[in-house]
Structures are given as C-alpha cells and as structure tokens.
C-alpha cells in the first residue's frame, strides 16, 4: 500500500505541476504578442511614438535655444543686458525640464505598454536628462575662448603663412620645371618649412 500511495502522491504533483506551467506559460506568451499585433492597438503605438518624437524634436530646439541665450550672455558686456538674459535662461530651463520629464514619462509608458517593441524603442529613442546650466556654461566658454584663441592668431600670423605656403609652393614648382624632375612631396616641404614660435 505505501507504494501505490507513493505513486498516486507523485502523480498528483506532476499534474498539479503541469498544470501550474500550462497556465502561467498563458498569462506571459499570448498577451503581449496580442496587444501589439492587433490593430487598435497599433494606431495607439503609432500615435504615442508620434508624440514621443514631437516631444524629442522640441527638446532638442529648447536645448539650441538656451545655447544660444548661454552664448549671448557670455558676450554681452551689459550688466543689464546679462540679467535680462539671465531670466530668461532660467525660464527656458525651466520649460527644458519640464518637456525632458515628459519625454521620459511618455517612453516610459510605451515601453510598459508595449513590450514586444521594447527593444525598437531603446534603440530610437533613448533616456533623456535636461542640460545643466554648468554644462552649457563650460561648453560656451570652451568653444568661444578656443574661437577667440584662432580668430587671434589668425589674424596676426594668417598673411605670414599663407605667403610662406604660396612662396614655397612656387619655388618647387619652379625647381620641378627646370631640372625636370617631379615636385617636392610634402615630408621635403616640410623639412625645409621653417617654424613658427608662438611667444606673447
């Protein structure tokens, strides 16, 4: 008797198992494949993918916008002038922030949503943070003091290399001509160029 019992103990167990797999392997594989694939439910896709794009195009021209207040702010001289800007810097953050926080909701949503497009998501559209104002400071002053920094010495040593780059380039073209043989390649250019030092 303890052996049909035994039996009978195991049989119940594996039918309870199946059971148990049968039903969660329902819940988890149909519904998502479903919800995706049925044709309401891809209009909604489509229009919240929309929308999510709408937002990333106006989150990107909201953080063009206070570039260029950054950048405006960084060349004015006015102390007026500076904290006029300075508010609207702060305002346009603001609104940056708040259409960043959105963005990011409305991703969210569709990759709860609609899971099976998870991945197409990730890949299209990924976690956004607002700028902060240091970053778009430091970015400013880089590229300004490094256009400043050009603009400077090409000014004032611009004409000198270009009359040295045409002179030498004349005088082996002249050498090539009339001793027949090719032109000067650039590692012989370069030797006999002689160096510029930058001193203030």
Same mark, same amino acid.
Do not use: C, W
């Given at each position: 008797?303890?052996?049909?019992?035994?039996?009978?103990?195991?049989? @119940?167990?594996?039918?309870?198992?199946?059971?148990?797999?049968?039903?969660?392997?329902?819940?988890?594989?149909?519904?998502?494949?479903?919800?995706? @694939?049925?044709?309401?439910?891809?209009?909604?896709?489509?229009?919240?993918?929309?929308?999510?794009?709408?937002?990333?195009?106006?989150? &990107?021209?909201?953080?063009?916008?206070? #570039?260029?207040?950054?950048? *405006?702010? @960084?060349?004015?001289?006015?102390?007026?002038?500076?904290?006029?800007?300075?508010?609207?810097?702060?305002?346009?953050?603001?609104?940056?922030?708040?259409?960043?926080?959105?963005? @990011?909701?409305?991703?969210?949503?569709?990759?709860?949503?609609?899971?099976?497009?998870?991945? &197409?998501?990730?890949?299209?559209?990924?976690?956004?943070?607002?700028?902060?104002?240091? &970053?778009?400071?430091?970015?400013?002053?880089?590229?300004?003091?490094?256009?400043?920094?050009?603009?400077?010495?090409?000014?004032?040593?611009?004409?000198?290399?270009?009359?040295?780059?045409?002179?030498?380039?004349? #005088?082996?073209?002249?050498?090539? #001509?009339?001793?027949?043989?090719?032109?000067?390649?650039?590692?012989? $250019?370069? *030797?006999?160029?002689?160096?510029? *030092? $930058?001193?203030?």
């Amino acid at each position: 008797m303890p052996f049909i019992r035994f039996n009978l103990y195991h049989l @119940n167990q594996s039918a309870v198992l199946a059971t148990v797999v049968g039903l969660l392997m329902g819940l988890f594989s149909t519904p998502p494949l479903q919800a995706a @694939n049925s044709s309401g439910n891809s209009a909604e896709y489509q229009r919240l993918m929309g929308q999510l794009s709408s937002l990333e195009s106006r989150v &990107e021209e909201a953080t063009e916008r206070l #570039q260029d207040l950054v950048n *405006k702010k @960084n060349a004015s001289r006015s102390p007026k002038e500076r904290e006029v800007l300075i508010e609207q810097m702060v305002e346009e953050h603001q609104q940056t922030r708040e259409q960043v926080a959105e963005y @990011n909701r409305l991703r969210n949503e569709i990759r709860f949503r609609f899971p099976a497009q998870g991945q &197409e998501i990730d890949l299209l559209f990924g976690p956004r943070r607002p700028p902060s104002m240091e &970053e778009l400071e430091q970015s400013s002053s880089l590229d300004a003091r490094l256009d400043r920094v050009q603009e400077t010495f090409l000014r004032h040593y611009g004409s000198v290399l270009r009359e040295q780059e045409e002179a030498e380039h004349q #005088q082996a073209e002249g050498e090539a #001509q009339g001793s027949g043989r090719r032109p000067a390649s650039e590692p012989d $250019l370069e *030797k006999s160029r002689p160096r510029l *030092k $930058l001193s203030r």
